[in-house]
């Protein structure tokens, strides 16, 4: 190689590196900057890739965060990405993660992973011949139960042993499983291409447009509320299934920004959240509000919502962070610190207060009038260390804004509660 062809290809490496950074760049400006969003992506972090699959926080507040490039370890301050070349994951491609107990569970397009006290097992079809390649959704059922949703049928882990349903041995007639999710009663929803599959002990019932109000039989997210709700989000519109009662949400009878369902959650306070192309959308069962990080369309894979309402999500071009509220992330130096929240559900009149201890001390909850005086001791007594939440209930209150002061005998905050009937 000559002298002149190393000076060329150096050259040609330099522009690519300032073409890289001018694209990122850009990618993150598209990005809403505000208090009720905070953007990860790899031009502002160590984040090897930016489209993110699935997002979960363990108990010690880490954030595991799967992507095209591999799994991301992130305590708050420290990123560590697992790959094929530095762990034993068998596929750099993540699809699924789940914590249960001391273990977390992970799915990729190449078989299942489990990581116990830094110890990792893997399970594909190399060493049991039931394993799928691609473990789309992993979740757990009442009984501790490990459930799969993989792209040759729905598999259970029952202590050691693992079962498979498909088309072989049940009644299923697509294998191809995409979405999962367990309801309050222990019953299994699963969704594919061609439909809604719904296992009650060893029944199992197939919903699809021809035999049920379902505006269309690709069923790629499902989630199941407090009350026991399904929530099934299709390429045609929004469901909403109690009791036997279909109801269906689109952009023609609601404000739904999109048709195309990728991604539900529920929370606390009876909202389902809807990722969509066209945005995040919250309904209270009334009301539906849009959060829009960007104003380009942009696929929103995964929601999931921690201890503080923050709602993470898995997008193609970044790992985004929402909070009406603002955006509150507690990280693991930070848990030193006393963390007070109060978040308002005006449509409910209930307000939930969390806090975090950094160790056992006397705790005082007190409500204030907007002129400072004293309504009320909302609680009062020693808590443990940890974080600790509970609901208040705002009926009795008149309309209007108020103070809720938390004092310990280190620290004292004040955040406002509003109400409105």
């Known amino acids: 190689m000559t002298k002149t062809v190393r000076k060329q290809i150096y050259i040609i490496k330099k522009m690519k590196t300032l073409f890289n950074i001018i694209i990122a760049f850009l990618v993150t400006s598209a990005f809403a900057q505000n208090n009720i969003w905070k953007v990860y992506n790899s031009a502002s972090t160590n984040l090897p890739d930016n489209k993110i699959t699935a997002v979960i926080i363990d108990k010690n507040n880490n954030k595991w965060i799967a992507s095209q490039e591999g799994l991301i370890l992130f305590d708050g301050s420290n990123w560590k990405t697992f790959t094929t070349k530095n762990s034993k994951l068998p596929s750099d491609k993540v699809l699924s993660i789940l914590e249960v107990n001391n273990s977390i569970w992970i799915g990729t397009s190449l078989g299942l992973v489990q990581i116990k006290e830094d110890k990792w097992r893997v399970y594909n079809a190399e060493n049991n011949s039931i394993f799928s390649k691609k473990i789309r959704k992993i979740v757990k059922d009442k009984k501790g139960n490990i459930w799969l949703a993989t792209e040759r049928g729905l598999v259970k882990q029952n202590k050691d042993e693992w079962i498979v349903f498909n088309k072989k041995n049940t009644n299923i007639k697509d294998d191809n499983f995409i979405s999962l999710a ?39 997210s499902l989630a199941v509320d407090k009350h026991n709700i399904k929530w099934i989000g299709t390429k045609k519109g929004l469901v909403c299934l109690s009791t036997e009662n279909w109801k269906i949400f689109t952009d023609k009878n609601s404000d739904l920004p999109s048709n195309t ?161």
């Not at 197939?206 to 039989?217: G, I, Q, V």
């Open 261 to 421: 369902i990728n991604s539900l959650a529920t929370d606390d306070y009876d909202r389902v959240w809807v990722g969509t192309q066209k945005g995040v959308s919250s309904f209270d069962g009334t009301e539906w509000k849009l959060y829009k990080a960007t104003k380009k369309k942009m696929n929103h894979y995964s929601i999931y919502i921690d201890e503080n309402d923050n709602k993470w999500i898995g997008t193609e071009k970044a790992l985004l962070v929402l909070n009406q509220d603002g955006v509150n992330i507690k990280t693991q130096q930070a848990e030193t610190e006393i963390d007070f929240k109060v978040t308002n559900n005006i449509s409910e009149n209930n307000t939930k207060l969390t806090y975090y201890l950094p160790q056992a001390t006397k705790v005082s909850i007190k409500l204030y009038t907007f002129q400072g005086k004293e309504i009320v001791t909302i609680f009062e007594e020693t808590n443990l260390k940890g974080q600790h939440q509970f609901y208040y209930n705002t009926k009795h209150l008149s309309n209007g804004t108020y103070f809720c002061q938390f004092r310990t005998d280190k620290s004292k905050q004040t955040q406002k509660i509003v109400v409105m009937k």
């Open 182 to 220: 367990v309801d309050k009663e222990n019953n299994i929803w699963a969704g594919t291409n061609s439909g809604l599959i719904y296992i009650k002990e060893k029944e199992i019932i197939e919903y699809n447009s021809n035999n049920s109000p379902l505006p269309d039989n690709h069923i790629w």
